[in-house]
């Protein structure tokens, strides 16, 4: 019988957490202070996930905390992120999902504050993103905000924070960083083109089925 083995061990998946954070701190996407990241093996429970109130520029693996579906701490010595319960909702709910990535995309954010829906304006987007839904306001680190996050991510892979941020979800730590990183990247050209002009041009529809046809989406 041959062995399963996985992909990456729970050391490498640390390490690429602590990559991924420093990634997206360097590109503004996460702050000091906003912003998490967890990432599983596939089909485990339990999960690894940034901690609470430290430095979100220069974590180490030793930082990252390990906590199961309902939150409790398995692994670690740090206080797992407040955001946790959205972390683990998103997990029970999506067997497809070993990667979250919440960032808090300023310009992305502020497209939603203005009432402005994420279009796919480019391949990528049309591609990677798929509809991307907003979340209504909830106050971060609360159940109300993870239940809310566990009904919208059916069939999505990028969520908006209201007021707050964005979620992308992959079936690893690289899909789920592409996400926010697509998601600010489309949101900038809109919002650049909004400047000038109110009908921003589209990708024919024609061209959209090819899309759809040839990357499966
Ligand atoms: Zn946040």
Known sequence: MEEFLPLVSEEELKEEICKTMRRLFDRGLISALGGNISARLPGSTE???????????????????????????????????????FHAKIYERRT??????????????????????????????????????VVPWAFPGTEVLARLVGEYIEGARAL?????GVIGVGSNLLEAEAIV??????????FVA???RKDIPRIPEEDMELIKRLYGV
């Not at 908006?160 to 707050?164: A, D, E, G, K, Q």
């Open 47 to 85: 999960f690894w996930i940034t901690p609470s109130g430290v430095f979100k520029g220069e974590l180490e693996p030793e930082d990252l905390v390990k906590v199961d579906l309902s939150g409790r701490v398995i692994e670690g010595f740090l206080r797992p992120s407040i955001e946790t319960p």
């Open 96 to 133: 497809d999902v070993n990667a979250v990535v919440h960032s808090h995309n300023p310009i992305t954010t502020g497209l939603a504050l203005a009432g402005i829906d994420i279009q796919p304006v480019t391949i990528e987007a049309a591609v990677v993103l798929r509809k991307v839904k």
């Open 160 to 164: 908006v924070l209201m007021n707050h």
């Open 181 to 190: 990183e697509t998601l600010e990247e489309v949101a900038t050209a809109q």
């Open 194 to 196: 909004l400047l000038f």
